[in-house]
């Protein structure tokens, strides 16, 4: 898999760089080609030499030794990388990528590459749990930056516990999982729904819900780098578009229904992750209300179910529904999932902690028309948008072509 492919290995300045070099060893071994870039703290604990060995190509220690006129050297590697590696990735580094610096060799080709980074960190615990940490690996990770988590054990510190680097067959295992995925939804049309659909009463309020978007918009950055060709339609949200997605912004469930059924015959597969309202009131007026009664009465009708028209209406589209909930989960999942006509149906209960509106991470359980397929405990949103690709690619593969059908 990893033949002919270029993968930049970034190194930075802890203990952990001497795995590094047996990472190098196995990329090489697994016949991909090898660029090695050093920070100055690296080569403290590793020489350049150890890496250009194993590598048989010249390592990057300084932004502006240039080797070759012809070419500016952090511009090429970054445009050459069909993988961007970083291990071990110190509590520096990751924040340097999270804020756009750029002074040094790896920092300024990390911020020019377009190709995929994938980020292993070694770090004390303390550092690693830091609030500054967790936020700058989250903001990476909404940026579609993949992380091999590190191990829980002796730190070289003296301390036990979270911060140890993977070991390298851990990393190549992430490695191989990645060029993978990367072919998952190669040719497929996918569209997502996101975000929490807005209902107008007057100008200046809406009946809406707490749905921040995040899960939708973690499918649509992952389908996008599995291949798919995606769209995103999206209620609202403050959350950044996913490179590579097609966009579409819309307001009520009314326009969210539009967008989706004037696209809906093209398509692969659809993901209805928007928390779209369930009721818009009768009468929107034109003008603000004047507060004046101590009562205000409203009345609402339902909106369109988008979600049920999809499942009457599809063919040979896959269709992934989902439920939120805060009691009675399975059985008001499975009910949700055979009303709808739904293939495959995601439900959490926003009640646990670390699945509720607006954190970044979930739980949740998969279903289909027998039962529980997979239950996904906390993780990451990037992380449980991943699986769901997976699932969905392994059910598209299995599933009878239309001259079959």
Not at 32 to 56: C, D, N, W, Y
Not at 239 to 253: M, Q, R, T, W, Y
Not at 371 to 385: F, I, N, T, W
């Amino acid at each position: 898999m990893l033949k002919g492919k270029t993968i930049v290995l970034g190194v930075t300045g802890g203990i952990a760089a001497f795995k590094a070099a047996a990472l190098c060893s196995k990329l090489k071994q697994a016949g991909a080609s090898v660029h090695v870039i050093m920070t100055e703290g690296a080569t403290k604990f590793v020489t350049p030499l150890t890496f250009q060995s194993l590598s048989r190509s010249l390592v990057f220690t300084d932004t502006f030794d240039e080797q070759d006129p012809s070419q500016i050297s952090h511009i090429d590697l970054a445009d050459r990388a069909d993988l961007f590696i970083v291990a071990p990735a110190t509590a520096n580094i990751i924040a340097k990528m999270a804020h756009g610096l750029a002074d040094d060799m790896l920092s300024t080709t990390l911020l020019a590459t377009m190709a995929p980074v994938m980020v292993a960190p070694a770090m004390n615990v303390h550092m690693y749990d830091h609030p500054a940490t967790r936020a700058n690996m989250q903001t990476l990770r909404e940026r579609g930056i993949r992380f091999v988590e590190p191990g829980v054990g002796q730190l070289a510190c003296g301390y036990v516990g979270k911060g140890r680097l993977a070991e390298p067959e851990e990393i190549m295992i992430g490695i191989h999982s990645f060029f993978h995925e990367k072919q998952l939804l190669k040719g497929k049309k996918v569209l997502v729904t996101a975000g929490g659909t807005i209902e107008r009463i007057d100008p200046v309020r809406y009946i809406s819900n707490d749905s921040s978007g995040k899960m939708g918009y973690a499918i649509a950055g992952e389908a996008y780098r599995a291949g798919a060709e995606v769209t995103l339609v999206s209620a609202q949200t403050n959350l950044p578009v996913p490179d590579g997605v097609k966009f579409v912004k819309v307001n009520s469930a009314q326009d969210m229904m539009d967008a989706v059924l004037a696209r809906f015959d093209t398509l692969d597969v659809v993901f209805k992750s928007a928390a779209v309202s369930d009721y818009r009131p009768v009468e929107q007026l034109d003008h603000k209300m004047k507060k004046k009664e101590d009562e205000w009465v409203i009345r609402l009708v339902k909106t369109p179910d988008i979600l049920q028209t999809l499942g009457e209406r599809k063919t040979t589209q896959f269709v992934v529904g989902f439920a939120a909930e805060t009691n009675n989960l399975d059985a008001y999942a499975q009910d949700k999932l055979k009303r709808k006509n739904c293939d495959l149906l995601v439900a959490n209960d926003v009640s646990q902690e670390g699945a509720g509106f607006g954190v970044d991470t979930n739980i949740a359980k998969v279903f289909d028309a027998n039962g529980v397929v997979e239950e996904l405990p906390l993780q990451s949103k990037q992380d449980m948008a991943r699986r769901l690709l997976q699932i969905v690619a392994l059910r598209l593969e299995s599933k009878p072509s239309s001259e079959e059908n």
